[in-house]
Structures are given as structure tokens and as C-alpha cells.
């Protein structure tokens, strides 16, 4: 069974086809996915479409939005935090590439959404683009657990996650031609290595230039095998065990 951790199903790119979108995954050997937030009314989706479909959910605030990060946003958030289908915070972090938020207003929306991590026991899931050094020393200030989402980050994040114990997921960016982290698939340690779609982005060769979809998680799973030199059927394994021991039973459930 595979495990796609990270994947925006309520994307409007999926709002015609969903259930079409989530078979396909299950013909292709896919037993849970877990619906990730980037903000509050993308959190309160991501439940309903957990609910509706047997799957799971996070939330939380996206550093392109954290200009909305609020005392109330963060009330909406720690309240879905109770819910049963909600395994993670996130998705959170900083991304100095686009900086649709100022940096100062995106590292006070990460570090409450961090201090929530602490707070619930919950994994934190971490988007980071182009702000390691900031991105490092947060890792190292907090005490939460973390999920390096979609690793493309530089070796500081990394050396930065591998002292704090945090999971390193890959996406369909292992299979581009120029990537520059294969390095990084090689050394996260068996038991903190997970892999996702982040769909509807990302589509993994041969789908390249696509809308993405969680069946196409078996390609970053392929390619993430040929990298460690090993079969794709052990880093199914491998990372579906590692999806429920960071997210929980939940990851266990088929959809």
C-alpha cells in the first residue's frame, strides 16, 4: 500500500472529478491520502472531503497567506485540531521565492502554527522555499515535530531536520531531469522517509506539464527506490509504516 501524505484535494482542479481521481489512486495500489490546508476555509474542505471519502486531513495556514493569520484563524485552526480527521498542522513555512506575505508577518504565522505542533502532539508539515537560513533556525528552535514537506531545500534545512528527527517527504520533483537533491534521498534515514504527490502540482514523469493526482505517487516511489537501491514494493512499505507512525492509525484505513 501506498501512501500519497500530501495532496491539495480541495483544489478546484479536482472539483469535477474527485471520486474518479481517488479510484484511479486506489486502482494503482494508493490506501490513503491525506488532504492537506493551506488556509482556514481550505482546512474546513479538507475535512468535509475526509469525512466524505475516508480519508484524512490537516490544517492550518500557507505562508503565501499567513497576511490572514489571526487570533481567529488561530482558534479555527487549534478547534480542527480536535477532530479526528485532522492528523497534521499545516500546511505551514516560509517562501522568500514568491513573498506573497511579508517575511516578518510569515515567520510569526509559522511560529504560532509551530507552537500549536507543541501544543497537540501533531506533526507540523513544512513548506520551505528559499529562506533556509531562517527556515534552519526555526527547526532548531522548536520542539514540535515536524514533516520537511516536498524537500527542495538546501543542506542547512536538511542537517536542520535530521537533528530535530523530522520526517522528509518527497514529491514528483525526484523525477525532474535538473534536480538537485538526490543527495538527500540517499541519506534520510529509513524510518523518517515519506513520499506524496502535492497535487495538483508537481506531476512526476512521464506526466510532467499534467494535472497532478494521488495515483501518480507510485512514480515518486519508483524513482525514490531507484535512488536508495532498492525495490519500489519496500519503499511502499517502508513509507506507509513511516506515514502511520508520524500521522497514526488513520493512515491505516483504506479509502
Known sequence: MLVDTHCHLGDEQFADDLADVLRRARDDGVG???????????????????????????????????????????EAVRASLAMDEVVAVGETGLDYHYDFSPRAVQ???????????EESGLPVVVHAREADDDMAAMIRQTTARLVLHSFGAGAGVFEAGMDADAYVSFSGMVTFKRWQGVNFVREVPPHRLLVETDAPYLA?????????????????????????????????????????????PRMTRGM
Open 204 to 248: 512526476p514523469v512521464p506526466h510532467r506539464g499534467r494535472r497532478n493526482e494521488p495515483a501518480y505517487v507510485k512514480h515518486v516511489a519508483a524513482r525514490v527506490a531507484e535512488l536508495r537501491g532498492v525495490g519500489a514494493d519496500t519503499v511502499a512499505a517502508l513509507t506507509a509504516q513511516n506515514a502511520a507512525d508520524c500521522f497514526g
Open 32 to 74: 490513503h491520502v491525506v488532504a492537506v490546508a493551506d488556509s482556514v476555509a481550505a482546512g474546513r474542505a479538507a475535512v468535509d472531503i475526509a469525512r466524505r471519502f475516508g480519508l484524512s486531513a490537516t490544517a492550518g495556514v500557507h505562508p503565501h497567506v499567513a497576511t490572514t493569520w489571526s487570533p481567529e484563524a488561530e
Open 107 to 117: 515567520r510569526r504565522a509559522f511560529e504560532a502554527q509551530l507552537r500549536l505542533g
